[in-house]
Nanobody
């Protein structure tokens, strides 16, 4: 039932910007949170941001705080991740997935739903 479609990745130069989109459907409840995760080469997958379905309590991990902005468009049913001031360390495959908790200071564990992700490559 749950379908996750990520898009918007690409190749950008350091300092550039990208806007990722996530269309997530098939939830059994109107109350859910969507998180963005990324997996860089040779590194573990990490959660970087999340937002509740009603746009409350956006969370950002320290490495992206101040550079990335998460938002939710309830009309289009799409979660976005605006990524500015990109760094080579941001190079990764980015995934969106529902998470169990999203507070302003904490991001919960993901449910076990994963799509194909979208590749972000930031050149030096």
């Amino acid at each position: 039932q749950v379908q996750l479609v990520e898009s918007g990745g690409g190749l950008v130069q350091a300092g550039g910007s990208l806007r990722l989109s996530c269309v997530a459907s098939g939830f059994t409840s109107d109350y859910y949170a969507i998180g963005w995760f990324r997996q860089a080469p040779g590194k573990e997958r990490e959660g970087i941001s999340c937002i509740f379905s009603d746009n409350s309590n956006a969370y950002y991990t320290d490495s992206v705080k101040g550079r990335f902005t998460i938002s939710n468009d309830n009309v289009k049913k799409t979660v976005y991740l605006q990524m500015n001031s990109l760094k080579p360390d941001d190079t990764a495959v980015y995934y969106c997935t529902p998470v169990r908790l999203c507070l302003d200071h904490s991001m919960g564990a993901p449910y076990d739903y994963w799509g194909q992700g979208t590749q972000v490559t930031v050149s030096s």
